[in-house]
């Protein structure tokens, strides 16, 4: 089991980054063979397809639980969303580039994230006072989650391209801009209640 699983397991952390660079199209098995330091008919005993190894490299690696002692806050729910997509960021980077190629990673979004996600959907049903429908409540996530990828996405090319530190864009606590937007929409005012 060890060597096997091992093997499985590098397949998949190489053919993730490959993908997050390349795309589905641009990547291939014998690329993923040569990183892995497998031949190709070895990735054959692990996957059946390109493709199957493409759909293994969507699935987060690394959740992000909440303290169960406490009721998380709205910026402990954007928190967690933002470790989850820094953690598993090529991942995400594969979801939101390739959905429009392979409609499946959408199914595999709503199965991984958003249907795991109590702490969200809690979250959704508050600040909205139980208003949303459904399908609202998937675009504000996927929104929110689209958010934190970008942000993410940036500040990472921003160390690529930018050697300077006062050259910088800085986002300050993501997370709590990120929940005020939620909470109090573009303006960013809360409401006092005079009653």
């Given at each position: 089991m060890g060597a096997?699983?091992?093997?499985?397991?590098?397949?998949?952390?190489?053919?993730?980054?490959?993908?997050?660079?390349?795309?589905?199209?641009?990547a291939t098995t014998a690329e993923i063979a040569r990183?892995?330091?497998?031949?190709?008919?070895?990735?054959?005993?692990?996957?059946?397809?390109?493709?199957?190894?493409?759909?293994?490299?969507?699935?987060?690696?690394?959740?992000?639980?909440?303290?169960?002692n406490k009721e998380p806050d709205v910026q402990d729910i954007i928190q967690a969303r933002m470790d989850l997509v820094r953690n598993n960021l090529d991942s995400f980077n594969i979801l939101f580039r390739e959905s429009p190629y392979h409609p499946e990673l959408a199914k595999m979004f709503l199965?991984?994230?958003?249907?795991?996600?109590?702490?969200?959907?809690?979250?959704?049903?508050?600040?909205?006072?139980?208003?949303?429908?459904?399908?609202?409540?998937?675009?504000?996530e996927i929104a929110i989650t689209s958010a934190i990828w970008a942000i993410l996405n940036f500040e990472k090319i921003q160390e690529q391209v930018t050697s300077e530190p006062s050259e910088k864009m800085t986002f300050g606590n993501v997370a709590e801009e990120i929940a005020g937007f939620v909470l109090n929409g573009v303006s960013g005012k809360q409401e006092i209640n005079n009653g």
């Open positions: 096997k699983t091992d093997t499985k397991k590098k397949i998949i952390q190489k053919a993730r980054k490959l993908f997050a660079e390349r795309g589905f199209s641009g990183r892995v330091g497998v031949s190709e008919a070895a990735l054959y005993k692990h996957f059946k397809s390109k493709k199957e190894i493409f759909l293994a490299c969507i699935t987060p690696s690394v959740h992000v639980k909440l303290d169960e199965d991984q994230v958003y249907a795991q996600d109590q702490n969200m959907k809690q979250l959704m049903s508050k600040v909205s006072d139980g208003n949303l429908t459904t399908a609202q409540s998937l675009l504000y």
